[in-house]
T-cell receptor, first 117, second 109 residues
Framework: DTGVSQDPRHKITKRGQNVTFRCDPI?????LYWYRQTLGQGPEFLTY????????KSRLLSDRFSAERPKGSFSTLEIQRTEQGDSAMYLC???????????????FGPGTRLTVL | RKEVEQDPGPFNVPEGATVAFNCTYS??????FFWYRQDCRKEPKLLMS???SGNEDGRFTAQLNRASQYISLLIRDSKLSDSATYLC??????????FGTGTRLLVSP
């Protein structure tokens, strides 16, 4: 499968615990995005990387959230001291930045569903 | 006010019907517009881009009115397999997609 992959697919944790999610983008894609989706809502942008550089972070991303993409390939999203309000689907997407192309389609992974008890 | 607004539905239509979804956006600097489809408990997938001149892909037609900041999607001859949530999406120019809440479509036999 050459699509975007995410691990784990489901995570149940207790309030106050730390969790880490992984995203593997499509191999030739240099842009990687994280979104969060709650029930009945569309995905909300969290942050994005071009190669290993984190270029933008949403105000939704509190200090408890950190994302990395150390070698410009896979990315991790860590949530520290989880709260019940963090329960959501965390989606990763990737795209290729092609010269001369105004918009490059973002391909989404299957998501990691987080439940905080 | 939300940046992208959609009627959440659900829209219940019989097979073969024509159904239209509308969406408005607030950022006049938005540069690219899309409709994504999301099946239950699955990831969003690009359905089609939306151009000012209007564009068609089989049974699907998308329209953009920049002056009114309005986007539409028309589905003709609805199929059972069209049942899904349709997300109106705007790119403000920084590769950050802004999604509407989605409009749920249920096509019944």
């Amino acid at each position: 499968d050459t699509g975007v992959s995410q691990d784990p697919r489901h995570k149940i944790t207790k309030r106050g615990q730390n969790v880490t999610f992984r995203c593997d983008p499509i191999s030739e894609h240099n842009r990687l995005y994280w979104y969060r989706q709650t029930l009945g809502q569309g995905p909300e942008f969290l942050t994005y990387f071009q190669n290993e550089a984190q270029l933008e972070k949403s105000r939704l991303l509190s200090d408890r959230f950190s994302a990395e993409r150390p070698k410009g390939s896979f990315s991790t999203l860590e949530i520290q001291r989880t709260e019940q309000g963090d329960s959501a689907m965390y989606l990763c997407a990737s795209s290729a930045r092609l010269a001369g192309v105004f918009y490059n389609e973002q391909f989404f992974g299957p998501g990691t569903r987080l439940t905080v008890l | 006010r939300k940046e992208v607004e959609q009627d959440p539905g659900p829209f219940n239509v019989p097979e073969g019907a024509t159904v239209a979804f509308n969406c408005t956006y607030s950022n006049s600097a938005s540069q690219s517009f899309f409709w994504y489809r999301q099946d239950c408990r699955k990831e969003p997938k690009l359905l089609m881009s939306v151009y000012s001149s209007g564009n068609e892909d089989g049974r699907f037609t998308a329209q953009l009115n920049r002056a009114s900041q309005y986007i539409s999607l028309l589905i003709r001859d609805s199929k059972l397999s069209d049942s899904a949530t349709y997300l109106c999406v705007v790119d403000t120019g920084f590769q950050k997609l802004v999604f509407g809440t989605g409009t749920r479509l249920l096509v019944s036999p």
